[in-house]
């Protein structure tokens, strides 16, 4: 009796266990669990995964936790939106509006990849606008509204990254000029670079504290000479585009040969059929080979 007692004993406890624990997010991949229990670690928030039976995992929190852990992976954007998908056109010649789009989209969805991978960056978004172009020469079409670019920023207290050097990676990566891209940071206040100078010559160096016994020294670097993402040669925008939009270009082209090469069979078509007429046997009635045979015996007998 004593040992049936220890045994529900003990089955009661685990049962209570288990129901002090609530599952918050369910379907993961094992490096999403990961990931997620580590932020929630750094939140302070004990947290387990658990297999599930179709091969996804879930996290579970202690119920007293589940809110504030639900606001902790809130506030590190992990339930932001994908983003949309763009649709294949259904035509098998898109049109050059909807090539662009697509080409504005794709540009867009590797630089925000690019950008999420900086530390401190929570989420990102960036929108294009690239003007219609020429499809010979790939020229901007239209001048009032030139190719800029918008970029937002969520982030933590992590980030260090520049605007300039933002901008530098936009600019490398879409062709448009810096003085034309926009960019946002939405967080708390950034911590400021830290740029470790190496010893060269003619560069001033100052102690921190002449008084203290630190050997430890600050080198006095000048702006130009720091490590920047900064562009440093001018991008030239329509180099760019001819090169990467060259496909606008060759579907036109493709259209003009497919009609010579039509208007060319059609022609030689019509030249065969018009000298197969004039080669076609003159056909003569049994009058007129009569007549002809009277006239000849006339001439003979003259």
Sequence with gaps: MKVFNKVALIVLLIAGIAGCKEQILHDLTESDSNRLITRLHQAGILAEKTKQNDGGWS?????????????????????RKQRAEVPESS?????????????????????????????GVLETRVHLHLPPTDPLFG???TSEYPSSASVLLITDSEFSTSESGIKGLVAGGSGIAEERISVLVSGPQRKEPIVIAP??????????????DSKIDMA???????????VEEPIVLEDYQFEKRSS?????????????????????????????????????????ESQLEGLSLTDEAA
């Design 59 to 79: 996290i579970a929190v202690a119920k007293s936790d589940a809110i504030e852990a639900l606001s902790a992976l809130s506030h590190a954007r992990v339930f």
């Design 91 to 119: 035509s098998m010649l898109p049109s050059r509006d909807a090539q662009r789009f697509q080409f504005e989209r794709a540009i867009a969805g590797e630089l925000e990849l690019t950008l999420s991978a900086l530390a």
């Design 139 to 141: 020229r901007e079409l």
């Design 199 to 212: 010893q060269v010559e003619g560069v001033e160096h100052s102690h921190n504290n002449e008084n203290s």
């Design 220 to 230: 006095v670097v000048p702006p130009r000479s720091a490590t920047s993402f900064a």
């Design 248 to 288: 606008e270009a060759a579907w036109p082209l493709l259209l003009l040969a497919a009609f010579l090469l039509l208007a060319g069979g059609v022609a030689i078509w019509m030249t065969r059929k018009v000298g197969k007429g004039r080669k076609r046997k003159i056909v003569r009635s049994p009058r007129f």
